[in-house]
């Protein structure tokens, strides 16, 4: 594929956007994005510190009144010009996202960007339709009703797995109601979020509404969730970084969403489709290399099945094609980076000693693989033989390594489901409704997929149970985490002594 644009062109005045417009970072650090595909550098540019945290903020609070008074009709008409200019920059967000992440490209256009749009068209959609109970006399001498506000500014920290989509989570339904927000999307993986917000600003989103900090966790991560001025923080991240998270947000007493890790069951019972259960495991499990927090992780086989699923699958991933991102036909590219990718193998390596590596368990050779061995691919991996509370069955890896473990009794298949710590996503596999049925019952899960593992819509909710987090990203269900609750009541009376007031002074008149 043709380069699209130049990177450092393009982010020459800066990589945080603040106030309408992008600038430099002013931290004295810089941060050198990487292209994990074949490790050369892609661009450098200088890190948001403090005070550009202090700065996006402060824009994010100059811009409330203003788009938190605007009608949800005007909103939605910003949104609905904001999907169209989206649109518009498709083919570039796709190109950016590939080389900053080494997304294969047929995944950023077919997926990232693409539901980027339709997330963004749905809280056009969204922002008219806020909900709340009808106004009405609970009580006899009162009305009551209801107002659902705006929080404030949200600062909101995404994580780099996928840029896009989770700036379009965390940003859309935050605005679409009428809050400003600051986003730090994370450092290595900031430039489609940057995108977002100039394809925003074109489509007419007023200046400061949506601000991007790109820094660090520790220092700008950290001094947004303790910012005085920011009511509410949304965390797209690991289970361990939210943790802290929660003990910073807590102290300033803000309303927190967090969505975290994920170690996603995929339950196969004797009755499933065989081939349609081993696509699927393959497909879910190696998704964006493995790098999701909804990914199949972990296949419990009932016994009848097991051996012909693993052989299955094995077979499958021995098809899939590892390559350059920009080619169309490649169907996995590397994991983030060179760190993450050894974090993986450090995983798969260690379980060596308790496990069998069926296939995969290596990365690409200079002398068999060529230019491949430069960047951070690692084979898609097969594990059986783990038991169910050794490190492989029980840790998010977040590469392309899928571990099998056999069951007996439905039972049992479901008890090895819930027996993590984490509740995000899960899948139940047969042709029996009630079986199904049971799954999606008594998985801990926030969302069971019956028959299918990976695909989302806008209009319907993710997010976490357990260690996986609490609030809801996408769907109307948002806009409880990005609105708050006034209850407004009237008198009806127009009585100076009103009934109730003998429980403080006097008898009943
Ligand atoms: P991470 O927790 O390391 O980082 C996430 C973000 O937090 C980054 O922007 C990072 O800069 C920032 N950060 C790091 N330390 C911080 C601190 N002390 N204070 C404030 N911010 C800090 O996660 P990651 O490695 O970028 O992403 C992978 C993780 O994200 C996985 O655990 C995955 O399951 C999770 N994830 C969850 C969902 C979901 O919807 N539940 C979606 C995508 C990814």
């Given at each position: 594929?043709?380069?699209?644009?130049?990177?450092?062109e393009?982010?020459?005045?800066?990589?945080q956007f603040?106030?309408?417009?992008?600038?430099?970072?002013?931290s004295g650090r810089?941060?050198?994005l990487?292209n994990?595909a074949?490790?050369e550098?892609v661009?450098t540019?200088?890190l948001a510190g403090?005070?550009?945290?202090?700065?996006a903020?402060?824009?994010a609070?100059?811009a409330?009144?203003?788009w938190g008074?605007?009608t949800?009709?005007?909103?939605?008409?910003?949104l609905?010009?904001?999907?169209?200019?989206?649109?518009?920059d498709a083919a570039?967000?796709a190109y950016a996202?590939?080389?900053?992440?080494?997304?294969p490209?047929?995944?950023?256009s077919?997926?990232d960007?693409?539901g980027?749009?339709?997330?963004?068209?749905f809280?056009?959609?969204?922002?008219?339709h806020?909900?709340?109970?009808?106004?009405?006399?609970?009580?006899a001498?009162?009305?009551s009703?209801v107002?659902r506000e705006?929080?404030?500014?949200?600062?909101?920290?995404?994580?780099w797995?996928?840029?896009?989509?989770?700036?379009?989570?965390k940003?859309?339904p935050?605005i679409a109601?009428?809050n400003t927000?600051?986003?730090k999307?994370?450092?290595i993986?900031?430039l489609?979020?940057?995108?977002?917000?100039?394809?925003?600003q074109r489509a007419?989103?007023p200046?400061?509404v949506?601000?991007?900090v790109?820094?660090?966790?520790?220092d700008?991560?950290?001094h947004l969730?303790?910012?005085p001025?920011v009511a509410m923080?949304?965390?797209t991240g690991?289970?361990?970084?939210?943790k802290?998270?929660a003990?910073?947000?807590?102290?300033?007493?803000?309303?927190?969403?967090?969505?975290l890790?994920?170690?996603?069951?995929?339950?196969v019972?004797?009755?499933a489709d065989?081939?349609?259960?081993?696509?699927g495991?393959?497909?879910?499990?190696?998704i964006n290399?493995?790098q999701?927090c909804?990914?199949?992780?972990?296949?419990?086989?009932?016994r009848p099945?097991?051996?012909?699923?693993?052989?299955?699958v094995a077979?499958?991933?021995?098809?899939?094609?590892?390559?350059?991102p920009?080619?169309?036909?490649?169907d996995?590219g590397?994991?983030i980076?060179h760190?993450?990718?050894?974090?993986?193998?450090?995983?798969v390596?260690?379980a060596?000693?308790y496990?069998?590596?069926?296939?995969?368990?290596a990365?690409p050779?200079?002398?068999?693989?060529?230019a491949?061995?430069?960047?951070?691919?690692y084979r898609?991996t097969?594990?059986?033989g783990a038991?169910q509370?050794?490190?492989?069955?029980?840790?998010?890896?977040?590469?392309p390594v899928?571990?099998?473990?056999?069951f007996?009794?439905?039972d049992?298949?479901?008890?090895?489901?819930?027996?993590?710590p984490y509740?995000?996503?899960?899948s139940?596999?047969?042709?029996?409704?009630?079986?199904?049925?049971?799954?999606?019952?008594?998985i801990?899960?926030?969302?069971v997929?019956?028959?299918?593992h990976i695909?989302?819509?806008?209009e319907?909710?993710?997010?976490?149970?357990?260690?996986?987090?609490?609030?809801?990203?996408?769907s109307a269900?948002?806009?409880?985490?990005?609105t708050?609750i006034?209850h407004?009541?009237?008198?009806?009376?127009?009585?100076?002594?009103?009934?109730?007031?003998r429980t403080?002074?006097g008898?009943r008149?």
């Amino acid at each position: 594929m043709d380069q699209r644009f130049d990177v450092t062109e393009r982010f020459a005045e800066g990589a945080q956007f603040i106030a309408g417009g992008l600038r430099s970072g002013s931290s004295g650090r810089t941060q050198t994005l990487v292209n994990p595909a074949t490790g050369e550098p892609v661009h450098t540019y200088e890190l948001a510190g403090t005070a550009d945290v202090d700065a996006a903020v402060e824009a994010a609070r100059q811009a409330l009144p203003g788009w938190g008074g605007a009608t949800p009709g005007e909103r939605s008409d910003t949104l609905h010009r904001f999907a169209a200019a989206l649109a518009e920059d498709a083919a570039d967000l796709a190109y950016a996202e590939s080389l900053n992440c080494g997304k294969p490209i047929k995944l950023s256009s077919e997926f990232d960007v693409p539901g980027s749009i339709d997330n963004t068209a749905f809280f056009a959609g969204a922002a008219r339709h806020l909900e709340g109970k009808a106004t009405g006399e609970y009580s006899a001498d009162h009305t009551s009703s209801v107002r659902r506000e705006p929080i404030g500014v949200i600062g909101s920290i995404a994580p780099w797995n996928y840029p896009l989509q989770m700036a379009a989570w965390k940003v859309l339904p935050a605005i679409a109601a009428g809050n400003t927000i600051v986003l730090k999307p994370a450092e290595i993986t900031p430039l489609t979020s940057l995108m977002f917000a100039q394809a925003a600003q074109r489509a007419g989103l007023p200046d400061g509404v949506l601000n991007i900090v790109s820094g660090a966790g520790r220092d700008a991560g950290e001094h947004l969730v303790g910012h005085p001025a920011v009511a509410m923080t949304s965390f797209t991240g690991s289970t361990g970084v939210g943790k802290r998270v929660a003990e910073i947000a807590t102290a300033t007493v803000k309303r927190l969403h967090l969505e975290l890790g994920g170690k996603a069951p995929f339950v196969v019972f004797d009755d499933a489709d065989l081939e349609a259960a081993v696509h699927g495991a393959v497909a879910g499990s190696l998704i964006n290399t493995g790098q999701d927090c909804t990914a199949a992780t972990r296949a419990y086989v009932q016994r009848p099945l097991y051996d012909a699923f693993v052989s299955g699958v094995a077979d499958l991933m021995a098809t899939v094609r590892l390559g350059d991102p920009f080619d169309p036909a490649t169907d996995l590219g590397p994991l983030i980076s060179h760190a993450q990718r050894d974090r993986v193998a450090g995983f798969v390596d260690r379980a060596r000693s308790y496990a069998t590596v069926v296939t995969g368990g290596a990365a690409p050779s200079a002398d068999r693989d060529g230019a491949l061995a430069k960047g951070a691919y690692y084979r898609p991996t097969l594990i059986t033989g783990a038991a169910q509370d050794s490190e492989i069955v029980q840790s998010e890896i977040f590469g392309p390594v899928l571990v099998v473990l056999p069951f007996d009794s439905d039972d049992e298949g479901l008890a090895l489901a819930n027996d993590t710590p984490y509740g995000l996503a899960a899948s139940a596999w047969s042709r029996d409704v009630y079986r199904t049925g049971r799954a999606t019952r008594e998985i801990k899960a926030g969302c069971v997929w019956v028959n299918d593992h990976i695909p989302i819509i806008s209009e319907m909710p993710h997010g976490g149970a357990r260690a996986s987090g609490f609030g809801k990203d996408m769907s109307a269900y948002s806009f409880e985490e990005y609105t708050q609750i006034k209850h407004v009541m009237y008198d009806n009376t127009a009585v100076a002594r009103k009934d109730w007031h003998r429980t403080v002074f006097g008898d009943r008149p």
